[in-house]
């Protein structure tokens, strides 16, 4: 019988980096009802900001950071010594961890991600019951997939898969950096009724993503021999060019020379383009039943970039092999062969498999989200919320809850505490703070403010600020009609 184990370095590089970035993560559910924020309205678009005329200031207006994944916190990699006073991984050999009991936390399909977001530029005002947007924002997104299949290969070898095959199809990447140019309505339709949407122009400047369908890529184990079988493809758009060997099959990426010489100009050129261009849209709707509910729906982020065919290559790995073990008779006391069983099974397995490149356009999606929300006002200083979002990765559906308090105790300072359950966790505690109205605002913003108390059990986190100039704050109280003359019956 054949036992094949991955190399448990890799394995722990790839579990560590699923949560080393939770530090970093995510768009912030405490930021929908902060509508003093005027980037809420990134959230919804029906809702309309407090201030008659807001202003962003370029890249500091409106910075988002985020990491995080669906399943592990450090306290599952990174382990106390039973006896000693020190720490060690999970894959210690005095480590006490049940196999079975860390398989357990994951998913058939789990993911890792990290994003980040800036507007270069953002402004809106109001006229009548109509407000307008604009924006110009950086973003960029990255996320890995990693089977329950591969992680079980890696700590039990294909004990667990002989006369069956493991499922390695989930595996892939997909990450993009993109300039996002967009403008929003909201219209007041009454006192009880807001909709409003976002038309947003896209230009993609690199991205990476594979296309592995089901059964793609897998293993297939035996008494006595171990088949491999890949149809896979992976996309890149980027200005990295590729290189091929002598018989034409994809040998690598080279880096152009303007950039490995740093020639400032057509780095700027390059920073600058608008290629690639892809279209998104927002839409949401806000709506009061009754007087102290409002009930709210927005739909993010449906859109996709399509990667120009010159800018694009296409690495398409097939091709099946079979492994049936070492003869090692003829290398047991004999020093003088030039052959190592290793080596030849390297090359042999290389051979098997047909790695090309062309160029051939490509769409990629934008990740839609959808948030569904509540809002109870206790008062006029103080209203209760609650908020879903389901989140489409990477064709896997992620969901979070969001529980807050919003309050609102003088004029100038709004504040926010919430509870989330996502990523699979249920400690994450956070807050909002904003400072000031007119004519500068100061926000600061987190879902998981609680990670710095027990960072080691959070498997993701986000962090959100800025600095906003904004007008015409003050909400306008109404007169009340007095009679011209008073009636003495």
């Known amino acids: ?13 790839l579990l560590f980096l699923s949560i080393s970035v939770y530090i970093e993560a995510q768009d912030s559910q405490t930021l929908y009802y902060m509508n003093r924020v ?89 006229t009548n019951t109509w407000y307008f947007t604009f924006n110009v924002s950086e973003k960029f997104n990255f996320a890995i997939n990693y089977p329950k299949d591969l992680i079980r290969l890696a700590l039990e070898g294909n004990q667990s898969f002989i006369n069956s095959s493991s499922d390695l ?70 200005p990295l060019i590729a290189t091929t060997n002598s018989d034409g099959d994809f040998d690598g990426f080279e880096v152009p020379g303007y950039i490995d010489n740093q020639d400032t100009d057509s780095l700027i050129d390059l920073a600058l383009a608008h290629n690639n261009m892809g279209f998104g849209i927002d839409f949401g709707i806000d709506y009061k039943p009754i007087d102290k509910l409002s009930l709210s729906l927005s739909v993010i982020d449906l859109g996709y970039i399509k990667w120009e065919e010159k800018d694009v290559t296409t690495i398409e790995l097939n091709g099946n092999y079979a492994f049936k073990g070492f003869d090692l008779s003829d290398e047991v006391g004999n020093n003088d062969t030039d052959s190592d069983p290793f080596d030849d099974m390297i090359d042999s ?5 047909t790695v090309s490149n062309k160029s051939k356009s490509y769409k990629t999606t934008l990740g839609t989200k959808v948030y569904i929300g509540a809002s109870y006002h206790v008062s ?46 249920y400690n994450n505690i956070g807050f909002g703070l904003i400072l000031g109205g007119a ?42 009609d007095m009679p011209l003359l008073e009636s003495i019956f």
């Open 169 to 238: 199809s989930y595996l892939g990447v997909n990450s993009s950096l993109y300039r996002e140019y967009g403008i929003g309505v909201s219209k007041q339709i009454s006192s009880n009724l807001s909709i409003g949407g976002r038309v947003k122009l896209l230009f993609g400047q690199a991205n990476i993503s594979s296309d592995f369908d089901e059964n793609s890529l897998s293993m297939y184990s035996s008494r006595d021999s171990i088949y491999l079988e890949a149809n896979s493809t992976i996309n890149t758009s980027s």
């Open 349 to 353: 397995l290389e051979n098997s498999f």
């Open 38 to 126: 005027p980037q809420s309205t990134f959230m919804n678009p029906a809702m309309q900001p407090k201030c008659n005329f807001f202003l962003g200031l370029p890249a500091v207006s409106s910075l988002q950071i985020g990491v995080g994944n669906n399943q592990l916190a450090l306290t599952d990699i990174i382990l106390k010594h039973p006896t000693e006073d020190k720490t060690i991984t999970f894959l210690h050999p005095d480590a006490v961890v049940n196999t079975e009991d860390f398989l357990s936390k994951l998913d058939k399909n789990n993911f890792f991600y990290q994003d980040f977001s800036t507007d270069l530029l953002s402004f809106g005002f109001r």
């Open 380 to 425: 006029k200083k103080v209203d209760l919320s609650f908020l879903s979002r389901s989140y489409f990765y990477n064709n896997d559906l992620n969901q979070a809850f969001t529980f807050s308090a919003n309050a609102r105790p003088i004029n100038g300072l709004s504040a926010s505490i919430s509870y989330s359950i996502m990523n699979g966790t």
């Open 1 to 13: 019988m054949i036992k094949y184990k991955f190399n448990k370095f890799l394995l722990f590089t």
């Open 439 to 480: 004519p500068l605002q100061l926000y600061v913003i987190s879902d998981n403010a609680s990670a710095a108390l027990w960072g080691h059990k959070t498997s993701s986190a986000n962090f959100r600020f800025g600095l906003n100039i904004a007008f015409g704050c003050r909400q306008k109280s109404k007169k009340k």
